[in-house]
T-cell receptor
Framework: EPEVTQTPSHQVTQMGQEVILRCVPI?????FYWYRQILGQKVEFLVS????????KSEIFDDQFSVERPDGSNFTLKIRSTKLEDSAMYFC????????????????FGPGTRLTVL | AQSVTQLGSHVSVSEGALVLLRCNYSSSVPPYLFWYVQYPNQGLQLLLKYTTGATLVKGINGFEAEFKKSETSFHLTKPSAHMSDAAEYFCAVTPKPPPNYKLSFGAGTTVTVRA
């Protein structure tokens, strides 16, 4: 069964460093998402991405964040200068491009990358 | 804005007993509602969803949920708990139809199942 994969599973970094979190969405999916979950808090939407551009972003997704689809398979989230409060589990998700009368297109989630900023 | 409240961060049930997880939502427009489950070290997996039509929705693993507009609720139930149901469960809402939509999640409910 196809699945979304994420690497690494755990990333430890120093405050101020850049990190890149990587995701491989399901191959025929066209919509991509990043969510995060700070320990003990809700899963929060960060950004959605379609047709090589951001469709929507939350207020969390400030200039320190960027997303990219560098090739036909990867989808990355970059945090330019990490802060302590960026420590969280980051989830990537993807969905097909169906809509309208088609079955509702489920978002498939990866297992997450736990980011720890020291 | 849309939001979700899950009552009870932890629920403990005996094997074979009813599982009931509560979810209430607020939405300014007709919502699309979801339940996701997360097993340890895995991603979120869709259990079931309500978009339109029948208000009682059946999902995978014997779970079902009922959309009650008058109560703004979407509670998740399973008649008989199994040990494999131990996981974290998330209710989510979106106001926007597919294909491109963002989910607003509740805080999650951790279910433990006692033998």
């Amino acid at each position: 069964e196809p699945e979304v994969t994420q690497t690494p599973s755990h990333q430890v970094t120093q405050m101020g460093q850049e990190v890149i979190l990587r995701c491989v969405p399901i191959s025929n999916h066209l919509y991509f998402y990043w969510y995060r979950q700070i320990l003990g808090q809700k899963v929060e939407f960060l950004v959605s991405f379609y047709n090589n551009e951001i469709s929507e972003k939350s207020e969390i997704f400030d200039d320190q964040f960027s997303v990219e689809r560098p090739d036909g398979s990867n989808f990355t989230l970059k945090i330019r200068s990490t802060k302590l409060e960026d420590s969280a589990m980051y989830f990537c998700a993807s969905s097909e491009a169906r809509g309208g009368s088609s079955p509702y297109n489920e978002q498939f989630f990866g297992p997450g990358t736990r980011l720890t900023v020291l | 804005a849309q939001s979700v409240t899950q009552l009870g961060s932890h629920v403990s049930v005996s094997e074979g007993a009813l599982v009931l997880l509560r979810c209430n939502y607020s939405s300014s427009v007709p919502p699309y509602l979801f339940w996701y489950v997360q097993y340890p070290n895995q991603g979120l997996q869709l259990l079931l969803k309500y978009t339109t039509g029948a208000t009682l929705v059946k999902g995978i693993n014997g779970f079902e949920a009922e959309f009650k507009k008058s109560e703004t609720s979407f509670h998740l139930t399973k008649p008989s708990a199994h040990m494999s149901d131990a996981a974290e469960y998330f209710c989510a809402v979106t106001p926007k139809p597919p294909p491109n939509y963002k989910l607003s999640f509740g805080a999650g409910t951790t279910v433990t199942v006692r033998a």
